[in-house]
């Protein structure tokens, strides 16, 4: 029962680092641009010229 203590502490700094890292990636632009990579892969930019 005492490492319940121990184990509340832990996972809540765990999640306030989640969050943390969560809310970096929202101000950081990480999901701005949530279609340009799927189109990318559809276009043939690195054919080289004249192919």
């Known amino acids: 029962m005492t490492i319940i203590i121990f184990l509340i ?6 999640g306030g680092l989640g ?10 632009g990480q999901y701005e641009d949530l279609d340009g990579a ?3 892969v559809l276009l043939d930019d690195d054919l080289p010229p004249g192919a």
């Open 38 to 40: 799927a189109e990318r």
């Open 9 to 14: 502490p832990i996972a809540l700094f765990l």
């Open 19 to 28: 969050l943390a890292a969560f809310l970096w990636s929202l101000r950081s």
